[in-house]
């Protein structure tokens, strides 16, 4: 079987990897030529656990191949996948410019039938337009070569892509011909032993399927995030309703985690592209809005809680900030609360010391004040009168916490990721701020 795909992002790059490690033939192809140049040399563009293994491994037994054309590999392809980028558009809709210059390509191109998979998130109707756009590049041609579309929207998560696409909860596929479910079935029939299964639907409702997952976890995270602000005026803790509720298995305990706020490439701009598709058809959908906004209103709450306890002004004072990625394991800066919570420091006079574990080299093209990278997260504390725990990288979880007490002018933590122990932070002479937590809670 061979495969093309096209995109060499965190969704593209997984992608080809995965299916190379199977056994198939797989080119990726990105029209960023330096992109391919490194990939070529064996330098990978992401940071992602496990990925630079599979990789080489594959591109070394020749499975894996890197192209800047479609066309240069396209002969005896069973498969195009895109997965190139759909950023937000100027209205808030997902810019589909990429996914549908790759149809004009693969229509300027295509020889034989394939089916032309859209991984890229899409708005309902996307598949359709790609369709359409492959025929007319066939037309200029004068060719009217057979070939399908289907759709299948990604699922996995950064810092964990590899395992999500190896072992998947489930493949989801739009199809609306049994012959490209059958390549599909095919495709993804080696990750199917260990019994995870494909669910095939219509096209329409595999587009939307994407949106609805990223829209329900997005809607879970400001729920909890909303309600940790109550709790906080109220004396209760979010950490322990969470695990009240949690176990309800109606409900479940994952994505319950009261933070600063989401962020990264798919939440922000799938959120608003599902809700601009509502309000193109008439149905606006109340509901996102306030999960955006309550998010907005979220990724500033530590520092409101830090002019609480400095007071209104910050100039002059040295903050210190661990973790700048939106979430650990990823460098990916996309709409990381990091970028909106440095402006805000920076504006109010604030000097920010900041180390990230894996996301220094991406951080300065996000943020766009100045500050200063600090070669570890001790040297990011020396004379802080305040430490901002942004993005839980595993390595923060024990710090030394002598040393960072010595390190800072003033004790003070804002855990903007509820993972230290207010008590015990407490006991060492640490001012603990985290999120949701009342003071009265545990009194
Ligand atoms: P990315 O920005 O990391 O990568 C996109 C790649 O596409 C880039 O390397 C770019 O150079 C390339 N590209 C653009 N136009 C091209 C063209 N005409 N020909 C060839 N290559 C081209 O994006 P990503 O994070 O991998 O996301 C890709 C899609 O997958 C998006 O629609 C996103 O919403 C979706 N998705 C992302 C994730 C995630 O965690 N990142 C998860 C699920 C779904």
Not at 59 to 78: E, H, M, V, W, Y
Not at 150 to 162: M, V
Not at 347 to 373: C, Q, S
Request: aromatic share 8%; with cysteine.
């Amino acid at each position: 079987m061979k495969i093309i795909v096209v995109g060499t992002g965190y969704v593209g790059l997984v992608t080809g990897a995965c299916l190379s490690d199977v056994g198939i033939e797989v080119v990726c192809v990105d029209i960023d030529r330096e992109k391919i140049r490194k990939l070529n040399e064996g330098i990978l563009p992401i940071y992602e656990p496990g990925l630079e293994e599979i990789v080489h491994r594959n591109a070394q037994k020749g499975r894996l191949k890197f192209s800047t054309s479609i066309a240069a590999d396209i002969a005896d392809t069973d498969a195009i996948f895109i997965a190139v980028g759909t950023p937000e558009g100027e209205d808030g809709s997902a810019d589909l410019k990429y996914v549908l210059a790759v149809a004009d390509e693969i229509g300027a191109c295509l020889e034989e039938y394939a089916v032309i998979i859209t991984k890229s998130t899409v708005p309902v109707g996307s598949s359709h337009k790609v369709k359409e756009t492959i025929k007319a590049a066939m037309a200029r041609r004068g060719r009217h070569i057979p070939f399908d579309v289907a759709s299948n929207p990604e699922f996995l998560k950064e810092g964990a892509a590899i395992s999500d696409f190896m072992s998947p909860d489930r493949i989801v596929i739009g199809v609306e011909s049994e012959r490209a479910a059958k390549v599909m079935e095919q495709v993804y029939k080696p990750f199917l032993l260990n019994g995870f299964r494909i669910i095939f639907m219509d096209i329409p409702s595999a587009e939307m399927t994407k949106y609805a997952a990223n829209a329900m976890l997005a809607t879970r995270i400001s729920f909890m995030n909303d309600l940790a602000n109550l709790c906080e005026l109220l004396g209760a803790d979010i950490n322990q309703v969470r695990n009240g509720i949690g176990t309800d298995p109606r409900i479940g305990n994952k994505f319950l985690y009261a933070g600063i706020g989401y962020g990264g490439a798919c939440f922000p701009k799938d959120v608003k592209a599902l809700m601009k598709t509502g309000e193109q058809h008439g149905h606006p959908l109340k509901m996102l809005e306030v999960v955006e906004a309550v998010n907005n209103r979220q990724k500033l709450v530590l520092f409101h809680k830090l002019k609480k306890v400095l007071g209104p002004d910050l100039q002059g004072r040295r903050i210190a900030v661990w973790g700048l990625s939106f979430k650990p394991q990823t460098d990916d800066m996309r709409e990381a609360p990091s970028i909106v919570i440095t402006e805000a420091l920076v504006n109010a006079g604030a000097e920010v010391h900041a180390y990230d574990p894996v996301a220094m080299k991406e951080a300065p093209k996000y943020i766009t004040r100045a500050i200063t990278y600090a070669e570890d997260e001790y040297k990011a504390l020396e004379q802080a009168d305040a430490l901002l725990l942004l993005t839980e990288w595993r390595e923060f979880r024990l710090p030394d916490w002598e040393r960072v007490k010595d390190l800072m002018r003033r004790p003070l933590i804002l855990d903007g990721r509820n993972i230290y122990n207010a008590t015990e932070l407490a006991a060492l002479g640490f001012e603990y701020h985290c999120i949701g937590v009342g003071a009265l809670s545990g009194k």
